[in-house]
């Protein structure tokens, strides 16, 4: 490395607080020169909103020293470059200066990442998390108003007060999502507006700039209340997944609080007339196995089989979760004895965690297969019918309330988050579910008997490191 002048102090001005690009190309440029963490101080444009300010003298910068044509690459692991874009997104002043001081160790320690304990490195995981929550927000509060534009064509306008600098980075999404309409989503930190076909940014905007309601808001109103169900209402988690402090922004959340002090006579007069699915939630789990022996909700429950009920302890730390039963586990009665089952103890024992404390379950409760002769084949169970075995799924949770689920496929992360993910986007990070329960999502092991040769082992090394990952969260949970 180029060394820099002894005792020198380097500003650097980024030209707005969400450009992770020129963060990094400054960093880089600073590493190649030697210059330690306190000898630098990231700046951003002064004051909230100023999302979208001009390049200027920063893109400039003079004072910076220069790396020689020798200076060494710059290391940064992939899970640092993943988290550090979102972190770069944080409203935290210090996020600039903490970034670079993790690339500056990561130098010296390229495995400095996988502290899980490490001070530095938790809070780069706390920024990413609080910017992922904002967007997800963002997604799913942003609410259009039509209003009048000077050329008579349809356009609809939105109001977001984000916690952090996402507007622009979430810009695709609502391209994406909404590309018929003309729309502008204004916030205080900067607005974008799409046309159609491009994609405009300008400064920051003000409450009363945006509509106030429109002719489509009664119909939309009606419908959500057409919908609101009350014998699912859980006031506590609706408020953890949509805080009051959107509520103002969204047209339908003005009946909340009615139809909340409505629920009870409601959820009574549901009952009265049999429009429940389920009846309540058994207390114990030889309730639960008493009862899906007589569930007919779904087709499957219609086979030729039995139901089989998790096993394990009622007050187990770690729930793992598989897709079904299959032949073997319908005959025996017991979940995971099959090959799949054999494979997972052997991985079990590999990482140290103890199937025998362990309380093992499977999303949907009865074996979907086709018969072909003598010969049952497997057969995926589909989303309605993950949806509707879910309620005994979390009628386990409420009982054996594990401080950690992993889940076994996409199928058993269906039941447990409702919508269909990524086995490849999401394993290796804890999902906060309600409750304080975190879901880590892995391959069912079923996938690993389907490979075979190098593709087998790739995916058997991170089966392995996934469970790995799931028994030190245990043991960090139990410290």
């Not at 799949?340 to 409760?365: H, M, W």
Request: proline share 6%.
């Amino acid at each position: 490395m180029q060394n820099a002048s002894l005792g020198a102090h380097y500003v650097v001005n980024l030209p707005a607080p969400d450009d992770f690009a020129f963060w990094r190309e400054r960093a880089r440029s600073l590493i190649q020169c030697d210059v330690p963490p306190d000898r630098v101080s990231w700046i951003e444009p002064g004051g909230t909103g100023d999302l979208f300010a001009q390049e200027g003298p920063a893109r400039r910068q003079k004072r910076l020293p220069t790396p020689g044509k020798d200076a060494r690459p710059v290391r940064a692991s992939k899970r640092f470059m993943k988290l550090a874009r979102n972190a770069a997104l944080h409203s935290d002043p210090e996020r600039f200066s903490l970034l670079y001081r993790v690339l500056w160790r990561l130098q010296s320690n390229p495995r400095a990442m996988e502290d899980k304990a490490d001070l530095d490195v938790r809070r780069i995981e706390e920024l990413d998390k609080s910017v992922r929550r904002d967007s997800h927000k963002m997604h799913a509060f942003v609410r259009f108003r039509e209003v009048e534009s000077e050329d008579g064509a349809e356009h609809y306008v939105a109001w977001f007060e984000p916690d952090h600098h996402i507007v622009r980075a979430n810009a695709g999404f609502f391209m994406r999502r909404f590309s018929n309409m003309n729309w502008s989503i204004l916030t205080p930190r900067g607005c974008i507006h799409w046309d159609g076909e491009t994609m405009r940014e300008s400064g920051p905007a003000q409450r009363s700039d945006a509509p106030q309601g429109d002719p489509v808001e009664d119909l939309w109103k009606s419908y959500y209340a057409s919908i609101f169900n009350p014998a699912r209402l859980k006031v506590g988690a609706m408020l953890s997944e949509m805080p009051k402090k959107y509520w103002k922004n969204m047209p339908e959340a003005e009946l909340i609080p009615d139809l909340i002090a409505g629920a009870q006579a409601r959820e009574a007069n549901m009952v009265e007339t049999g429009a429940l699915e389920f009846e309540d939630k058994p207390e114990t789990l030889g309730a639960i196995g008493t009862a899906i022996e007589k569930c007919r909700k779904c087709p499957i429950g219609e086979l030729h089989n039995q139901a089989v009920m998790g096993e394990g302890p009622r007050r187990a730390s770690l729930m793992i979760v598989g897709e079904q039963p299959g032949d073997q586990e319908d005959q025996g009665g017991r979940p995971f004895i099959g090959p799949a089952g054999q494979l997972l103890d052997e991985y079990l024992t590999r990482t140290g965690i103890e199937r025998s404390e362990t309380y093992v379950t499977n999303a949907v409760k009865h074996f979907k297969y086709v018969q072909r002769g003598k010969r049952r084949i497997h057969q995926s169970p589909q989303a309605k019918e993950i949806d509707t075995c879910r309620w005994w799924l979390e009628a386990e949770r409420d009982i054996v309330k594990p401080r950690l689920i992993l889940a076994l496929g996409a199928s058993a992360a269906r039941s447990l988050l409702g919508k269909t993910v990524s086995i490849s986007k999401v394993r290796g990070e804890p999902i906060p579910l309600e409750g304080g329960t975190e879901l880590w999502v892995t391959a069912h092991p079923s996938y690993l008997l389907r490979l075979d040769g190098e593709a087998q082992e790739k995916q058997a090394a991170l089966f392995e490191a996934d469970l790995a990952a799931v028994r030190e969260r245990l043991a960090q949970q139990e410290a």
